[in-house]
């Protein structure tokens, strides 16, 4: 959006090194100026397949007015699980963090997780959660900040997991499943609230063409879960996503 708030500017082209975008487009931004647009790719005149897929990042330190010309995010080469997203977030400390499905070997679909502690000049990163598929399972993740901590949340084998990033660190303990039999679940969506309650959001049946149902469970500050869950059949249309939002008065909102 132009200054004055009244349209927006021409679209730029961000992606100069890659082509085949698939899934996996996001953007993150601080309260300085820094914006970090993520994508995965195959690179241009590079091999193909999915285990060759590389994760690109441009950024600016102007607010999006300028960005620098992307580069490769991480220096390993884990493949990209080609429909999968990506999710990137910055929290308040100024680091940036971009979880992936990879596709090592084509079958190796494990969930990757990057860390920048550098404002996006470095990442390091880390295997969190272990998958053998060889197919894509349409994956997407989610990212929110609360009382100090971060926590992020993915799909695997059809169940939701969750967990708290330690600070400064990209390794992660075992995941929390969400409660309750896994079901087809996927599409987490995650929000905390002004009294430390976390809000997990999924659906369970969704695919190709294929809406289903919407689930979700309220945990208190020690992340235990609590009465308020619920499931509504049908709620996720073809294509649709659930969103979890926290309200100033203490209260969830779920977009769907």
Same mark, same amino acid.
């Not at 020690?222 to 869950?229: K, N």
């Given at each position: ?10 679209? *730029?082209?961000?992606?100069? $090194? ?22 995965? =790719? ?10 060759? %897929? ?25 493949? +990209?699980?080609? !429909?999968?997203?990506?999710? =990137?977030? @910055?929290? &308040?400390?100024?680091?940036?963090? $971009? ?15 990057? *860390?920048?502690?550098? %404002? ?15 197919? !894509? ?22 169940? #939701?997991?969750?967990?708290? #990033?330690?600070?400064?660190?990209? @390794? ?12 087809? %679940? &996927?599409?987490?969506?995650? =929000? ?8 997990? +959001? ?7 063409? *294929? ?10 500050? $020690? ?5 308020? %869950?619920?499931? +509504?059949?049908?709620?996720?249309? +073809? ?14 909102? #779920?977009?769907?």
């Amino acid at each position: 959006m132009n200054d004055d708030g009244t349209a927006f500017e021409p679209q *730029r082209n961000l992606m100069n $090194l890659g082509e085949f975008l698939d899934g996996g487009g996001t953007v993150t931004a601080d309260q300085e100026g820094n914006v970090t647009i993520a994508w995965h =790719a195959k690179k241009i005149d590079g091999p193909a397949g999915e285990d060759k %897929r590389l994760v690109y990042i441009a950024q600016s330190t102007d607010d999006g007015k300028t960005f620098s010309k992307e580069k490769a995010a991480f220096d390993k080469v884990t493949g +990209v699980c080609g !429909c999968c997203g990506m999710h =990137a977030f @910055t929290d &308040k400390k100024g680091n940036t963090y $971009l979880i992936y499905r990879a596709a090592t070997k084509g079958t190796n679909r494990d969930m990757w997780l990057l *860390r920048s502690g550098d %404002r996006g000049k470095s990442f390091q990163g880390s295997m969190i959660h272990p998958w053998s598929i060889d197919s !894509c399972p349409m994956s997407s993740q989610a990212f929110a900040e609360g009382d100090s901590r971060v926590y992020t949340a993915w799909d695997t084998k059809g169940q #939701i997991y969750f967990n708290i #990033i330690p600070a400064g660190k990209r @390794t992660l303990s075992d995941p929390s499943p969400a409660p309750g039999k896994a079901n087809g %679940r &996927k599409h987490p969506s995650l =929000a905390i609230n002004n009294k430390g309650e976390l809000l997990l +959001v999924w659906t369970e049946g969704t695919g190709w063409q *294929r809406g289903g149902a919407l689930g979700w469970q309220v945990y208190d500050g $020690l992340l235990r879960p609590i009465s308020e %869950r619920g499931r +509504v059949a049908d709620a996720i249309p +073809v294509w649709g996503l659930p969103s979890a939002v926290a309200n100033g008065d203490g209260t969830f909102t #779920i977009f769907y």
